[in-house]
């Protein structure tokens, strides 16, 4: 069985520019969680969805951030415009029921903005 | 205040020998969850062990066992038998009850380095 696959795993853009990051959740799984890591922090929630409705996005920095998630499958994740700050690794994960114990993570993007 | 604290930002073990990683916590909720995953250098968080607060027993996954102490409210990470594949990153993390999905909180992680 596949597990949580990201694309790209690794982006260098530059300040202003936009970038896409995409997570293709386990087959199955309703619920898709988007996680960032910038350098130095911990790792930080970003947004819940149940399917195609966002459950929770308390964790969206700001409205630069735009996450979708078409027909409840894969979801996207857009930056625009970027900034040096947004820097980080993106992790993307995902379960079954909401209240799962385990969380499947994907490797994770890594996004340079310079 | 830190809800989930690593102290150990990197930790040195020989091959064979036994090692703990430390997680001390804070929340007020009475029904919460702890996990502890590893990330290797290829990227990808892998899931290890899970505690809930309700539980009796310390939670054992093969060579791993979590050591929970509800009244220090400490987590920690043991990690028998260590192997050269066992060097990543660990982290620590939490989920609290009144969370209506599976929003973890996570540690700042410590880097486990194994020595042959």
């Known amino acids: 069985e596949a597990g949580v696959t990201q694309f790209p795993s690794h982006s260098v853009i530059e300040k202003g520019q936009t970038v896409t990051l995409r997570c293709d959740p386990i087959?199955?799984?309703?619920?898709l969680y988007w996680y960032r890591r910038v350098m130095g922090k911990e790792i930080k929630f970003l947004l819940h969805f149940v399917k195609e409705s966002k459950q929770d996005e308390s964790g969206m920095p700001n409205n630069r951030f735009l996450a979708e998630r078409t027909g409840g499958t894969y979801s996207t994740l857009k930056v625009q415009p970027a900034e040096l700050e947004d820097s980080g690794v993106y992790f993307c994960?995902?379960?079954?029921?909401?209240?799962?114990?385990?969380?499947?993570f994907g490797s994770g993007t890594q996004l340079s903005v310079l | 205040a830190q809800k989930i604290t690593q102290t150990q930002p990197g930790m040195f073990v020989q091959e064979k020998e036994a090692v703990t990683l430390d997680c001390t916590y804070d929340?007020?909720?009475?029904?919460?969850?702890l996990f502890w995953y590893k990330q290797p250098s290829s990227g990808e968080m892998i899931f290890l062990i899970y505690?809930?607060?309700?539980?009796?027993q310390n939670a054992t996954e093969g060579r791993y066992s979590l050591n929970f102490q509800k009244a220090r409210k400490s987590a920690n990470l043991v990690i028998s038998a260590s192997q050269l594949g066992d060097s990543a990153m660990y982290f620590c993390a939490m989920r609290e009850a009144y969370n209506a999905g599976n929003m973890l909180t996570f540690g700042g992680g410590t880097r486990l380095m194994v020595k042959p």
């Open positions: 994960a995902s379960s079954q029921g909401a209240g799962d114990e385990k969380l499947f």
């Open positions: 505690q809930g607060s309700y539980d009796q």
């Open positions: 087959s199955g799984h309703d619920n």
């Open positions: 929340t007020s909720d009475p029904s919460y969850g």
